[in-house]
């Protein structure tokens, strides 16, 4: 390890590695160093369609091919009385390569992402704590890392990546992180083997399962080995507060889930269970000298739409093209370093504003595309991550008034 790089960055899961491989690959030194030891687990196992593009680009598409990951071609929604809507295929709105996408074992996935930057020139150390972001005055110079039981040394940079997800380091040090009030939900899941799938070209798809009491809503995410990832979603008030054990709090939600009871009828708990609270915010500020946040560690918004490793894999790529950019200028202001985010926040506001008309009770997206099929194909690419298009948001031309009918109703009762 050397002393002096143009660019650290902090974390490697697929916004670090795709920052990581991006730079060096355009020629300047990176270091990529994470705290785990690869491969490690992590949740987030559902694709975008979307990922094609940077995927693509990073040169891993034929990877993805050979490693028999689960091909995800569609998503479904289940109302809270149980009735199933007809999958959204995405080969069926689009028949291009593009949209068919995986479930993927992110310990697999994060592993060939992480090598996919070492192979494109980035020296990378796993098992290496950042224990500090070095600073002089307002700009960020470096970073005091330990590796194992060495002593902590300082490594300078001219450009600090914080791609630590959820930890948000910078973010958290300098108190940027806001937590959405209106999004505090806590999940809890495992992972079962023999959960009954749909036959066709629906096994593979995710499906979004409302409860009966329409307070929370389960993931059911298809892998390989006939092992699916099982999760609850739900208001932290709701889900957790004097509630009992992990383990109660899932099968007391699956009890008022019958769709997904007949999917695990012949199904084993093949691992613990996991929780993870509170993980939707913002940050007030992405960028400053010499520092720019990427991927989680930028901000976070809901599981339910699969989009968080499409977020990290664009904004790895669009900062990237900004960081090669800014050092070739000499100019690594917050300005510059921050250019890419005013289009990043314009376009993945749309996922957001799906987020919200999905928990606002009373609104159904079966009965508004009945009254609006027209707007089917948007919602589609919506689904697919197509939102970086001055179309993308044309369905919410008729869904915000809906919404707000609803709202005002909801308001009016009490």
């Not at 929780?275 to 989680?296: C, H, I, M, N, P």
């Not at 202001?333 to 506001?349: I, N």
Request: hydrophobic fraction near 40%; charge should be negative.
């Amino acid at each position: 390890m050397k002393d002096v790089y143009d660019v650290i960055v902090i974390g490697g899961g697929p916004a670090g590695c795709t920052v990581a491989a991006l730079v060096a690959e355009a020629g300047p030194s990176v270091l990529l160093v994470d705290r785990d030891v690869f491969p490690r687990f992590h949740i987030g196992e559902s694709l975008m369609p979307e990922v094609y593009w940077p995927l693509k680009r990073l040169g891993l598409l034929e990877q993805m091919k050979e490693r028999g990951f689960v091909r995800k071609l569609s998503v479904q929604f289940v109302s809270a009385s149980g009735k199933e809507s007809q999958p959204f295929f995405f080969p069926e709105h689009d028949p291009r390569e593009c949209s068919r996408t995986w479930q993927v074992e992110r310990a697999e996935f994060d592993k060939m992402m992480w090598d996919n930057a070492v192979a494109k020139g980035a020296e990378a150390y796993d098992g290496t704590r950042v224990l500090d972001v070095l600073f002089e005055g307002e700009r960020a110079v470096g970073v005091r890392l330990k590796r194992g039981e060495e002593e902590a040394r300082d490594v300078r940079a001219k450009v600090v990546v914080d791609a630590t997800g959820l930890q948000a380091l910078l973010a958290n040090r300098l108190g940027l992180r806001e937590d959405d009030p209106e999004l505090k939900k806590v999940a809890i899941w495992s992972y079962f083997r023999g959960a009954a799938r749909d036959p066709g070209d629906h096994g593979g798809g995710t499906i979004i399962l409302h409860t009966q009491k329409r307070q929370s809503w389960f993931w059911f995410i298809p892998l390989k080995e006939d092992i699916t990832s099982i999760g609850v979603v739900g208001d932290r008030d709701y889900l957790v507060r004097g509630r009992g054990t992990p383990e109660e709090v899932f099968e007391e939600e699956l009890a008022i889930c019958p769709a997904l009871q007949r999917r695990l009828e012949n199904a084993e708990r093949i691992e613990k269970y996991f929780v993870a609270k509170e993980f939707s915010y913002s940050t007030r500020q992405q960028a400053g000298d010499g520092w720019v946040l990427v991927g989680d560690a930028l901000g976070f918004i809901d599981p339910i739409y699969s989009s968080g490793v499409f977020f990290a894999l664009k904004s790895g790529e669009m900062a990237a093209d900004t960081i090669v950019a800014a050092l070739r200028e000499g100019d690594t202001s917050a300005k510059r370093l921050g250019a890419w985010t005013d289009e990043f926040f314009s376009a993945t506001r749309w996922i957001r504003k799906l987020v919200d008309a999905y928990y606002t009770n009373g609104f159904s997206f079966g009965h508004f595309l009945k009254m609006h099929p027209e707007h089917r194909g948007n919602l589609t690419d919506l689904l697919i991550g197509r939102i970086f298009h001055p179309e993308a948001g044309e369905i919410f031309d008729e869904m915000d008034p809906e919404l707000e009918s609803v709202r005002r109703r909801a308001a009016a009762q009490g």
